[in-house]
């Protein structure tokens, strides 16, 4: 989702600046591919397993475990290594808040205001060194379409309607995202201007069980799958790209008010996000499935003074609720040995990254997936189908299932066995 990476449905001209002097990670998965377990393991660098979550409520084990694992994250590690950290925007972590991990909040808006706060806090004079984060809400608010569109129907539940009564502000920004451009008729709209369905927009051939269950667990995802119009599904397209867009305007007003601060060139910027969406693939919206679409994110890493050697890595496989941290800690000089992760470093400054892991592992509310260079085994917790393996060469958008081609027999083992060795230590 954005325009670096010839997407040319929407224009991203502040990450398109980053990556253009910073290292792109096209490799990069989330820990998991919903909000509150994955941002747990940005600001810990633990997969969310090791508090024992997987969706978006712990429980009480959970909770206490989350709270052991905080007094090792990111702000505290960032203390001691001299530096006064800062946390601004969308907080969203399970049985904590940011203080927990060590920052100090700097805004609690999740929005434009905050980038203006965080602008505001860059012009200003500082005797100590500062991290900073800016954690802003959007694109998210994509997630109220099917929502909104199921209220009133079979499918509607009392969780939906009180998403809706609380989502004013929410609605609002859904709103001003789903308008067509001024002047253009409808017809004029859809053929030239609206995002097409994608190549695998259908469900793929053999599709767990466990998908289906979670739609329907949810009523509006499985509102979307079955009664969203061509038409529909592609409005969906439309405005996920104009709320990039929109979270990007609110990137600029930070980036733009570094640079007149004058700190820009001592600075390391380090740009990602929690989750994807599938945004109509596989007639799927919001995120939880370990398809590709919800669960590759970007990642950037634009050191100060930009990259010796600014590009793609497309080689490397990698996770950023693990390696976030240890980057983090590279940077700045603080305590990284107990991490799981790497510091991608080495790699964005065009150093060699000796024994750099072959395959890379994901959780999710429905499965468990370890991903190579090539395949995808994911295993699903229940139901029919629970064995998938994708093959991203013959079959890049993940429509069918591998894991029954006898030629791939060795293949299906050999990733079996990735997963039961990946799990984490504790």
């Not at 000796?354 to 995808?376: F, M």
């Amino acid at each position: 989702m954005m325009s670096c990476t010839g997407n040319r449905w929407l224009r991203t001209p502040n990450m398109d600046a980053l990556a253009a002097e910073g290292m792109r990670f096209e490799r990069a998965y989330a820990a998991n591919p919903v909000c509150v377990p994955s941002r747990f393991s940005l600001m810990t660098g633990r997969y969310p397993s090791a508090m024992g979550l997987q969706g978006n409520v712990p429980d009480e084990q959970g909770a206490a475990a989350a709270q052991r694992l905080y007094r090792e994250g990111m702000g505290w590690r960032l203390r001691e290594a001299g530096y006064d950290p800062l946390y601004a925007g969308k907080q969203h972590l399970p049985a904590g808040c940011a203080e927990d991990v060590g920052f100090r909040v700097l805004s609690a808006d999740e929005r434009e205001p905050m980038a203006h706060d965080c602008a505001r806090f860059l012009g200003e004079d500082h005797d100590a060194p500062f991290a900073l984060v800016a954690s802003f809400i959007n694109p998210h608010d994509i997630c109220y379409m099917a929502i909104r569109d199921a209220i009133g129907t079979a499918y509607e539940t009392a969780s939906m309607r009180d998403l809706i009564g609380r989502g004013e502000q929410e609605i609002a920004a859904l709103d001003a995202a789903l308008r067509l451009p001024d002047g253009v008729t409808e017809e004029a709209f859809f053929e030239n201007w609206c995002p097409p369905l994608p190549a695998n927009h259908e469900p793929q051939e053999d599709e767990p069980e466990a998908i289906v269950a979670r739609l329907r667990k949810s009523g509006f995802q499985l509102y979307a799958r079955e009664r969203y119009t061509e038409e529909r599904w592609r409005m969906h397209r439309w405005a996920y790209a104009r709320l990039t867009e929109q979270v990007d305007r609110e990137i600029g007003i930070v980036l733009e008010a570094l640079r007149e601060s004058g700190r820009d060139r001592e600075t390391v910027i380090l740009f990602t996000s929690d989750h994807g969406d599938h945004d109509s693939s596989h007639r799927l919206e919001h995120k939880t499935m370990p398809y590709e679409e919800a669960t590759r994110i970007p990642l950037i890493v634009r050191p100060a003074g930009g990259a010796r050697s600014a590009g793609v890595d497309s080689a490397h496989l990698v996770c950023n609720g693990i390696d976030l941290l240890p980057t983090v800690c590279d940077y700045a000089g603080g305590r990284a040995a107990d991490l799981e992760g790497r510091s991608l470093r080495p790699l964005v400054e065009g150093e060699s990254a000796p024994d750099w892991r072959a395959s890379v592992r994901v959780e999710s509310e429905v499965a468990e997936t370890v991903i190579t260079e090539r395949y995808q085994y994911s295993l699903f917790d229940s139901g029919g189908h629970r064995e998938q393996l994708y093959d991203r060469v013959r079959d890049p958008g993940q429509t069918r299932n591998w894991a029954g081609d006898p030629g791939l027999a060795d293949v299906l083992e050999e990733h079996r066995c990735l997963l039961a060795e990946s799990a984490p230590k504790g």
